[in-house]
């Protein structure tokens, strides 16, 4: 099994920045980080292979987002920068334990999920 455990949400203002964290416990094939804000479908926002560390990102995030990993520590990342109010939602990691492959943006994937964090941006 996986146990995941996520830190780091928080309220920042319109181009702020913010690092989200995920502690994993027992082996993964590779992790997301999902979004769900009111009234919308939870959706895909990066994932990475946990061996190769091949990463991938929605559009919505490219080029804002950072999805990393320290496999030393088992802990995922998320960074976020030039937040935006759309970027309002409650984030969860992700992790499964099989592969060939991991899509970015389908949950049914997804075995194991964290409790969510809230990210708030302000206008």
């Known amino acids: 099994q996986v146990q995941l455990v996520e830190s780091g949400g928080g309220s920042v203002q319109t181009g702020g920045s913010l690092r989200l964290s995920c502690a994993a416990s027992?082996?993964?094939?590779?992790m997301a980080w999902f979004r769900q804000a009111p009234g919308k479908e939870r959706e895909g926002v990066a994932r990475i292979y946990t061996n190769s560390g091949n990463t991938g990102y929605a559009d919505s995030v490219k080029g804002r987002f950072t999805i990393s990993q320290d496999n030393a520590k088992n802990t995922l990342y998320l960074q976020m920068n030039s937040l935006k109010p759309e970027d309002t939602a409650m984030y969860y990691c992700?992790?499964?334990?099989?592969?060939?492959?991991?899509?970015?943006?389908?949950?049914?994937?997804?075995?194991?999920w964290g409790q969510g964090t809230q990210v708030t941006v302000s206008s």
């Open positions: 992700a992790a499964t334990r099989s592969g060939p492959y991991c899509p970015v943006d389908n949950t049914a994937k997804y075995n194991y």
């Open positions: 027992g082996y993964t094939y590779c």
